[in-house]
């Protein structure tokens, strides 16, 4: 994405001022959506200024982007709610979650991409309550995105979250492990089928997460073949993921012996 956004940024703001009508409100909406890929840049690089710039530019142009204003509002709200999970910063978090779900007050299903922003949202939230040891909440707020994606089904391209019943079942196993109820995640974790299409990359991460949970229970063999799938899943990520490098660093330290597989991956990520 690096190298095409520039230019690409440049056509959508000349279409953006000439246009007139719905094309313009199209120009942009697609604006915003270019400047949440250059947040997908500054994340996976590393560049906290830039994806913070991207999603503050995100904001400005989805406010013009007509009748998907609201959802790309709540939208650019989620993103930001993930950046502070990062942060482990859950009181701001909470206050973003509430601010993406107010940009969707007086919208219905048939607003653009309401739906899935809202269950996106939900799933959030869901994190959040997980964090702080709220495992009440986390099912409230599953069951909500459960609803959601009852409505919407698989929706793969919307915002790219790729919302819907199977992304859901992903956010079950992520609070799960992080109420540190690890067996249970990976019983449901294991059986996770993904729809044709799904980023590579949350496909990736799931299985950061399964090698994160059977790392805790001190099963090294199967953290380690999660770490594999990952990486023949996405690469790129993996390897530079703080995620995997945390796991791989775990099993370092805890094995007794050290394998050459979980060596060789060592070397792989820089460790």
């Not at 701001?92 to 107010?102: E, F, P, S, V």
């Not at 048939?110 to 495992?135: E, F, K, N, Y």
């Not at 540190?180 to 995640?185: L, N, P, Q, T």
């Amino acid at each position: 994405m690096a190298p095409v956004l520039p230019g690409l940024y440049a056509e959508l703001h000349a279409a953006a001022n000439a246009w007139t009508g719905t094309d313009r409100a199209d120009a942009w909406r697609l604006l915003a959506e270019a400047y949440r890929c250059a947040h997908t840049v500054g994340i996976a690089a590393g560049y906290p200024d830039l994806w913070l710039t991207a999603l503050n530019r995100m904001d400005w142009a989805a406010s013009q982007s007509g009748d998907r204003a609201p959802a790309l509002r709540a939208a650019r709200e989620y993103l930001r709610v993930t950046a502070y999970l990062r942060r482990h910063d859950y009181e701001t978090g909470w206050n973003l979650n509430n601010a993406g779900r107010a940009h969707l007050e007086g919208t219905d299903p048939q607003t653009p991409g309401a739906l899935v922003a809202l269950g996106q949202l939900s799933l959030g939230a869901a994190v959040l309550a997980a964090r702080t040891g709220d495992a009440s909440a986390v099912r409230e707020h599953l069951d909500e995105a459960d609803h959601y994606a009852d409505l919407t089904g698989e929706d793969l391209e919307t915002f790219w979250f790729g919302f819907g019943p199977t992304n859901v079942t992903v956010h079950r196993v992520i609070t799960m492990i992080e109420l540190g109820d690890y067996s249970h995640a990976i019983h449901l974790g294991e059986f996770v089928q993904f729809p044709r299409g799904w980023l590579p990359t949350r496909i990736g991460h799931h299985h950061f997460d399964l090698a994160r949970a059977y790392q805790r229970l001190n099963v090294p063999e199967q953290a380690l073949r999660h770490l594999q799938i990952a990486r023949r899943a996405a690469p790129g990520q993996a390897r530079r993921h703080p995620l995997v490098r945390g796991v791989v660093m775990d099993l370092l330290h805890t094995s007794r012996h050290t394998s050459e597989a979980l060596t060789r991956y060592a070397a792989w990520t820089g460790i």
